[in-house]
């Protein structure tokens, strides 16, 4: 069974960091550039990162340059988000999600179900 899980969202205040893994089961993620998403409130769902499957390259969103990393370790089959200085803007619902392709191009077939991060003063 394909399947993509996120974990690592929390509660952390304004400033501080966490990080959210991928982790897939049923199909390696070699193969699959993967992306990370976000669902605030109010707000629609955006993509912020994306990790291609070949040569590591990586997109971010303009709102988390410099503050957001994304990597993969192919041995445990996951995909991570170290999301640093984190801001109330930041809150949302955060996805992970998988493409069978080289680049970030879409369209995205596996989706998780969502770890919540909630920042707050």
């Known amino acids: 069974q394909v399947q993509l899980v996120e974990s690592g969202g929390g509660l952390v205040q304004p400033g501080g960091s966490l990080r959210l893994s991928c982790a897939a089961s049923?199909?390696?993620?070699?193969?699959?550039?993967i992306g990370w998403f976000r669902h605030g409130p109010g707000k629609v769902r955006d993509a912020v990162s994306c990790?291609?499957?070949?040569?590591?390259?990586?997109y971010y969103v303009d709102s988390v340059k410099g503050r957001f990393t994304i990597s993969r370790d192919n041995a445990k089959n996951t995909v991570y988000l170290q999301m640093n200085s984190l801001k109330p803007d930041d809150t949302a619902v955060y996805y992970c999600?998988?493409?069978?392709?080289?680049?970030?191009?879409?369209?995205?077939?596996?989706w998780g179900q969502g770890t919540q991060v909630t920042v707050y003063s």
């Open positions: 999600a998988a493409v069978l392709a080289h680049l970030c191009q879409g369209p995205y077939g596996y």
């Open positions: 990790i291609s499957s070949i040569d590591g390259s990586t």
């Open positions: 049923g199909f390696t993620l070699d193969n699959y550039a």
